[in-house]
């Protein structure tokens, strides 16, 4: 079982610049949450969707962030134009069932350092 | 707003010592706690409590909920190196109504074992 794929692992990027973050979930589950890790605030739920919709966005912290799930087997979440406060590890995770009720896998991470 | 508070924030202990980790919350319509354990990298999922009082254990580790306390501890016996690792404590609310529920983590306890 591959588990949660996420790419890329690390990327450094300048203010300013769009950053597209990429996630697969483990096949068969139907939810997938995103999660930034801050030392200072820790893990924070930016968005999630349930059968490839979005269901809480509230978590998104402004407009230049933006989420998508094309298929149950993809999705991406982009910020544009990226800023040095965003600098974080981006957690990708998913689930079996409706919403967050059950336990969660996460992804590796990737980690964004924005100059 | 919900808060899920732990302590202490960090801890180190010497191999062969037993620890305790705290985690206490305020949420609204509380369902659930879950513990997970992260390393260098993903966190991964210990335990999910959800009635008062019950013990689970998984080898040397186990929790307890206390819904009257709004609290929960998680006890590592006998530690080794391989416990190094940040413990995250989450706690899920909701009402049964899908797309209600969220999983709100709290900073974490950074645990150390010294051989």
């Known amino acids: 079982d591959a588990g949660v794929i996420q790419s890329p692992r690390h990327e450094v990027t300048e203010m300013g610049q769009e950053v597209t973050l990429r996630c697969k979930p483990i096949?068969?589950?139907?939810?997938l949450f995103w999660y930034r890790q801050t030392m200072m605030r820790g893990l924070e739920l930016l968005i999630y969707?349930?059968?490839?919709?979005?269901?809480?966005d509230s978590g998104m912290p402004e407009d230049r962030f933006s989420a998508k799930m094309p298929n149950a087997s993809f999705s991406t979440l982009k910020i544009q134009p990226s800023e040095p406060r965003d600098s974080a590890v981006y957690f990708c995770?998913?689930?079996f069932g409706r919403g967050t009720a059950g336990e969660l896998f996460f992804g590796e991470g990737s980690r964004l350092t924005v100059l | 707003e919900d808060k899920v508070v732990q302590s202490p924030l960090s801890l180190v202990v010497h191999e062969g010592d037993t620890v305790t980790l705290n985690c206490s919350y305020e949420?609204?319509?509380?369902?659930?706690l879950l513990w997970y354990k992260q390393e260098k990298k993903a966190p991964t999922f210990l335990f999910m409590l959800t009635s008062s009082g019950i013990e689970k254990k998984s080898g040397r580790l186990s929790s307890i909920l206390d819904k009257k306390e709004l609290s929960s501890i998680l006890n590592i016996t006998a530690t080794q190196t391989g416990d190094s690792a940040i413990y995250l404590c989450a706690v899920l609310r909701g009402t049964t109504n899908f797309g209600n529920e969220k999983l709100t983590f709290g900073t974490g306890t950074r645990l150390t074992i010294i051989p």
């Open positions: 096949s068969g589950h139907n939810s």
């Open positions: 969707f349930n059968n490839n919709v979005p269901i809480d």
């Open positions: 995770a998913s689930s």
């Open positions: 949420v609204t319509n509380f369902r659930s």
